[in-house]
């Protein structure tokens, strides 16, 4: 089993940063880290996914060249935001992936953390 607890939603400027961890533990193999998100009245979106050991990095068309998926040498993966914009404003979600590609689908995923809120302000 793997447990994910995601850190560093917050509140946010329109044009400001925020980062967001996700700490994995337990007995996993796991071999892609994911970022979805949700907004209220909105069905859950792919944000941005790579694969553990690195490369094969994908992300959505609405997050490239502002959000930045990296992670450690240890079990921690982490989403850097930048140019945040109001509607980035979500529940963001980490999942976590015992399969080789690199999914933007959601229902691809094993595991999944709780949630961290995320507001940007105009």
């Known amino acids: 089993q793997v447990q994910l607890v995601e850190s560093g939603g917050g509140s946010a400027q329109a044009g400001g940063s925020l980062r967001l961890s996700c700490v994995a533990s337990g007995r996993f193999s796991v071999y892609v880290m994911g970022w979805f998100r949700q907004a209220p009245g909105k069905e859950r979106e792919f944000v941005a996914a790579?694969?553990?050991?690195?490369?094969?990095t994908r992300y959505a068309d609405s997050v490239k060249g502002r959000f930045t998926i990296s992670r450690d040498n240890l079990n921690t993966a982490y989403l850097q935001m930048n140019s945040l914009r109001p509607e980035d404003t979500a529940v963001y979600y980490c999942a976590a992936d015992r399969g080789v590609p690199v999914s933007t689908n959601g229902r691809d995923y094993d595991y999944w953390g709780q949630g961290t809120q995320v507001t940007v302000s105009s």
């Open positions: 790579n694969r553990w050991s690195g490369g094969s």
